[in-house]
């Protein structure tokens, strides 16, 4: 599910199921079609930049993309009553000690050390904090 953008359209062309909206014309959902999720997780990736990361290298780009996900991915659903009587659905994240427990199972069968400049780096080189 894409918009109209035209940077896309090269893209959607290799997907049978794509489907796409056009903001251009005031349309945000059609059906099942809405691209919410990318812009919540854009979203979620902006808010990083700006209030943990302050400038996001090309050269680790990948691993700020993957703390983005983690953090994506260890969300839960919770609905919450409106003064009005609404339910509205929100997502929070999970509980500190559950994203740990989750974070520490992934470093099974790695050796985690400190770096010279007190950053961690596991038994593969991969620099988890720090350089």
């Known amino acids: 599910m894409t918009d109209q953008h035209h940077s896309l359209q090269h893209i959607a062309k290799q997907y049978a199921g794509h489907s796409s909206i056009n903001h251009l014309r005031k349309q945000y959902v059609d059906g099942f079609t809405h ?6 997780f854009g979203s979620l990736l902006e808010r990083a930049k700006l209030g943990v ?9 990948s691993r700020y993309l993957t703390e983005i996900s983690f ?3 260890h969300r839960i659903l919770e609905l919450k009553t409106t003064k009005n009587g609404k339910k509205k ?21 790695r050796q985690v050390k400190r770096t010279k400049n007190f950053g961690i780096v596991s038994s593969d080189n991969l ?5």
């Open 89 to 109: 659905k929100y997502m929070k994240p999970m509980p500190f000690m559950v994203r740990l427990k989750s974070l520490l199972s992934r470093c099974v069968g």
């Open 35 to 40: 691209t919410n999720t990318a812009e919540s």
């Open 53 to 61: 990361f302050h400038y996001m290298s090309r050269q680790h780009l």
């Open 71 to 73: 953090r994506w991915d």
């Open 127 to 131: 620099i988890l904090n720090g350089a």
